[in-house]
């Protein structure tokens, strides 16, 4: 959906008819084979059903950083991000070198664990047993493809050097390697993952889940503090035999610092009065809790609107 006029306050696009005040939305998630879709759209349906006059539509895309250049654009977009990748577009540096995007905080939403995932046979039992390998870094536009290469530089890799390198989607990955055509994949999301759980529930191969949780201190060290040493349980995907110990970065829901502030209030009053709805879409929505909701938990502002009504649940961002 695409949206070109713009009200005074700068990104809601309306229609007036009576008196009524529709407002149309789309906001921006990822592939199909991820979490940031199945979510973007449970909270399209939320918002459209509980918002008068908001109509919301969810779009398949790219993945963080193609949100964050949706969020800079004329039209009307919410989108998820990893905070890493929306802290590169509100500098402006990197993906975003040619011109910052004027992006703020809606709300912390829930953690993205780093998946590195090969299966049995391939001779990976640890991030530099990639060198010479095969291996997928997410697809383009994507903040997986982001943070993928900062583990690899932390474990002191070429990512164009040292592997061969392939630029797919969690569900692509996950189809190359059922046709070995590729060794392994990088995949940043929540847990479970569908893509993930498709590749470690099919018939003749076991998944290996490659640690690198080590490599966090060198990643902060490069790019701030922004990730944290975690753990995928071994209950999460079938045929793991031991907890994985990986890097985490929190996802958050962004918008245009140009929202009126009334449409920002409204949307974040929705997903939390609404939780419920979502959770039944996804497990992870669970934690989209107010404790969460710190000025230290994402690298960008809140916006204005977001914050009144956290500020009305207690809870002060400054």
């Known amino acids: 959906m695409r949206i070109t006029s713009w009200l005074a306050a700068g990104v809601i696009g309306c229609a007036i008819s009576g008196a009524a005040l529709a407002q149309n939305i789309s906001i921006a998630t990822g592939g199909t084979g991820g979490v940031y879709y199945p979510l973007g759209g449970g909270i399209a349906a939320a918002l459209s059903k509980y918002v008068p006059g908001m109509q919301a539509t969810a779009e ?144 003749g191969l076991k998944i290996k889940m490659v640690d690198h949780a080590d490599l966090v201190p060198a990643m902060n060290k490069a790019y701030g503090n922004l990730y944290v040493e975690d753990t995928i349980p071994k209950s999460t995907y079938k045929g793991m035999e031991v907890d994985n110990h990986q890097a985490t970065v929190m996802n958050i829901l962004v918008a245009n610092e140009k929202m009126d502030d009334k449409t920002a209030y409204n949307i974040v009053k929705t997903i939390f009065e609404k939780r419920d709805d979502l959770i039944a879409v996804h497990k992870e929505a669970a934690n989209f809790k107010l404790e969460n909701q710190k000025a230290s938990a994402s690298p960008l502002p809140f916006h204005p609107g977001a914050a009144k009504y956290f500020a009305e649940k207690g809870i002060k961002l400054n």
């Open 60 to 203: 398949v895309t790219g993945g963080s950083v193609a949100n964050l250049q949706l969020i800079g654009t004329a039209n009307v977009y919410i989108g998820l991000s990893m905070a890493d990748a929306a802290q590169d577009a509100m500098n402006g540096v990197r993906k975003f070198a040619s011109g910052k995007i004027p992006v703020r905080t809606l709300m912390i939403l829930y953690p993205n664990r780093m998946h590195v995932v090969t299966v049995e046979g391939t001779g990976i039992s640890k991030i530099s047993d990639l060198k010479g390998k095969r291996v997928s870094t997410g697809s383009p536009g994507s903040a997986t493809e982001v943070m993928a290469f900062r583990v690899i530089e932390a474990a002191g890799l070429d990512k164009d050097k040292d592997m061969t390198r392939e630029r797919l989607g969690v569900a692509e990955s996950v189809n190359a390697v059922k046709d070995r055509k590729i060794d392994a994949f990088f995949w940043v999301g929540g847990l479970p993952t569908a893509g993930v759980t498709d590749l470690a529930n099919t018939p």
